[in-house]
């Protein structure tokens, strides 16, 4: 069929091809709690198309997850909703395909599936005090934060109570461990309550988790479940990125995944990084845009050609520096009033308690039990150190029956590493330094938090079994045990308000300096450590988007990449440049102007819809289904939404919305209004 000639038609066609050519308004990369929450406040807009690139495969129920335990078998649920899994998820070798597989240096469990790490992790979640974005120099206020928060909370679940019936389980470790800290001076908070928040040092309480009716509500449930059923936005699983494609200036035009494929932006897009903190720096990296030295070892090396892109280099000396992650050392305790859960066993009864008695028992929850802080000076420094109770020993000491561990942290180190690649094309998580007591006065405010722990609870009548309780065996224990990766990485590509700080990888908006569109959406963004970075790396999510909204709503009209007309039946011949493919031709306008040097194309049903990409338009001939085009800048209306299967009815005269139909061939039906709407099969309408 002929397309009809009127222009305002031709840019209605062009809007609705192309969407369905993958181009996109926001690209998202990586699927973790940043990602998600991104991704679902960027498409309550119905105008904003969204696609989510996620390497991994499904996970929770939710997203179409199937992995479930056999005693779980036809009750809608995985292995990653049921929290008392979590200990039997995570370094277990029947598990690999959730691990992020690219570190080359380190062993870790990093989430590589829908949800990133917040589907495999104990779903441990905090709220910062307000101090935390004002040191940091954070770009948002703090009431700015603790609202937002409080907005990502209506729809995520948040409790201490995991369990269903509002009982505590396996709370003899709580019972021990309390008696020794309300020794020591401390008192017993609801752990995120502002005031207990905001007033950390020398409290504790029971272990908050974002749980919901017994069942882990982290963003794959809670986040892709609203925005599921929404038509302008796409997840794709087995996705993984490979670089950015961009043009001049900085600026992405999509990106590459996979190998090859391509995932297309509008001229108004944005990319959204949120592959974490290890892999965001790793495609900012692949895509040119990085440290010089970075850059060059890897330009021309195979496998690599998102850093030889014609656009040039995007320098940015702070891509994968101030790395950092959490300190850690997991103290063991025998007592002779604990009773040992042990996870990895399964216990039948509890497993049974919680599919058949209303997801109720210990298996609502996946472990922790009590949380406990204090703050003090070590050598000069503000050290913020915090410990989680688990119900089982350690390493081991896991198959004892009264014994339980305590997890001592170091949140605020002030170790850092750089990730990078190394000489032979490697990625590695700690190219340079290290983030795990790299620093003499990291170990001392670790071993001095250790040895008061130790001292507490063996005044309670506790016997520690990592070592001998007396200090010196106890800072000896912790020098020998540095190095426990803890997954709470973050800083490698910072945002800060302070435009003087040499070392910020983002600027005020997130974005990365020296890109237009290119905004940070994950750990990457946080300048320092504080409480596990869960909970805050879902509020880093919502701030992104709402840059990216905003960076959206400033670009829609006006100027841009346009198909002035397309040629049914025409072939260009001669000129080519290179070939990519696009399920249809509407979709080879923005391919030709994401690639240097195309000013036109040819499009024909090759290979299940291909581009034939060409310098110039040249000579024609007449091809069946061969579709054809120029590629220009310029004015373009746009229609606000293209509605597929609606008749507006009446209002036949000027023209401020059209229904399209295929009488006579292909018929825009002109309308000075939106009046009625009709449901017509094959009908199509927009409003101008």
């Known amino acids: 069929m002929r397309l009809p000639s009127i222009s305002c038609w031709v840019g209605a066609l062009l809007a609705f091809d192309i969407a369905k050519a993958q181009t996109y308004d926001a690209i998202v990369v990586g699927s973790g709690p940043g990602g998600l ?143 020794a800290l ?123 050609a998102g850093v030889s892109q014609a656009a040039g280099w995007v320098t940015n000396a702070n891509v994968g520096r101030n790395l950092f992650d959490t300190n850690v050392v997991f103290a063991s305790f025998s007592h002779p009033q604990m009773s040992s859960f042990l996870y990895k066993n399964k216990p039948s009864w509890a497993v049974n308690q919680y599919m058949n008695q209303g997801f109720t028992g210990p298996w609502t929850s996946s472990g922790p039990t009590l949380i406990s802080y204090e703050n003090y000076d070590v050598q000069g420094r503000s050290y913020q150190f915090q410990s989680t109770t688990l119900t089982t020993g350690f390493g081991e000491f896991y198959g004892r029956t009264n014994a339980f561990t305590l997890a001592l942290y170091v949140n605020n180190p002030e170790s850092r590493a750089i990730s990078g690649f190394d000489g032979n094309g490697n990625w590695k998580a700690f190219n340079e330094g290290t983030p795990y007591f790299g620093t003499s006065r990291d170990l001392a405010a670790l071993q001095s938090y250790a040895q008061r722990t130790v001292s507490a609870m063996v005044a309670q009548g506790a016997t520690f079994l990592s070592a001998g309780s007396d200090d010196t065996s106890v800072a000896n224990w912790v020098a020998a045990n540095k190095g426990f990766i803890t997954h709470h990485f973050g800083g490698s590509c910072y945002s800060s308000s302070n435009a003087a700080d040499a070392n910020r990888c983002a600027d005020e908006k997130m974005r990365v300096i020296g890109t237009t569109n290119v905004f940070v959406a994950d750990g990457s963004a946080m300048r320092d450590g504080t409480v596990n970075p869960y909970g805050f790396i879902m509020y880093v999510g919502r701030e992104a988007a709402d840059q990216v909204k905003t960076y959206i709503a400033a ?33 080879c306008c923005a391919i030709c102007a994401a690639t240097s040097g195309c000013k036109a194309f040819t499009w024909t049903n090759f290979n299940s819809g291909t581009c034939w990409l060409k310098t110039g338009r040249g000579s024609t001939q007449i091809k069946s289904g061969a579709i054809s085009s120029l590629v220009g800048t310029g004015s373009t209306s746009s229609c606000s939404t293209i509605e597929e299967n609606i008749d507006y009815a009446g209002n036949d005269s000027g023209c401020k919305v059209f229904t399209w139909t295929n009488y006579n061939g292909g018929t825009c039906w002109l309308k000075s209004a939106q009046a009625a709407s009709n449901s017509v099969s094959g009908a199509v309408s927009g409003v101008i």
Not at 259 to 284: D, H, I, N, Y
Not at 561 to 578: H, K, M, Q, R
Request: aromatic share 10%; glycine share 12%.
């Open 555 to 587: 670009n829609t009209g006006g100027s841009g990449t346009t198909c002035p007309a397309l040629e049914n039946d025409v072939d260009y011949i001669g000129s080519d440049l290179t070939s990519k493919l696009s399920g249809t031709a509407g979709g």
């Open 182 to 304: 309300l020794a020591k001076g401390y008192t017993e908070r609801t752990i995120n309550d502002a005031a207990a928040r905001n007033s950390k040092s020398k409290t504790f309480g029971h272990a908050p988790f974002t749980f919901k009716n017994g069942k882990r509500d982290t963003p794959a449930a809670a986040f892709w479940g609203p925005m599921s059923t929404r038509s302008n936005v796409k997840l794709l699983t087995g996705a993984k990125v490979d670089y950015i494609i961009r043009a001049s200036g900085g600026k992405a035009t999509g990106v590459v995944y996979n190998g090859g494929t391509q995932a297309l932006l509008s001229s108004r897009g944005a990319v959204l990084m949120a592959a974490g903190a290890l892999s965001t720096p790793k495609v900012l990296i692949q895509s040119g845009i990085g440290p010089s030295s970075q850059l060059g070892l890897l330009n021309g090396r195979n496998g690599f």
């Open 37 to 179: 929450v991104a991704a679902e406040y960027l498409s309550r807009d119905s105008s904003v198309s969204v696609l989510i690139l996620e390497a991994g495969p499904k996970s929770l129920a939710a997203t179409g997850g199937t992995d479930t335990p056999d005693y779980a078998q036809g009750r809608g649920l995985t292995k990653f909703d049921i929290p008392g899994e979590y200990d039997n998820t995570i370094y277990n070798s029947v598990n690999e395909q959730y691990r992020v597989d690219w570190i080359s240096d380190s062993y870790m469990w990093l989430g590589k599936l829908v949800g990133g790490c917040s589907s495999i992790n104990a779903a441990l979640y905090f709220r910062p005090p307000d101090s935390y974005v004002t040191n940091m120099q954070w770009p948002f206020s703090a009431a700015q934060m603790v609202a937002k928060m409080d907005e990502n909370e209506k729809l995520h679940g948040h409790t201490d109570k995991p369990s269903t019936d509002g009982i505590w389980y396996t709370q003899e470790g709580y019972s021990i461990v309390s008696k």
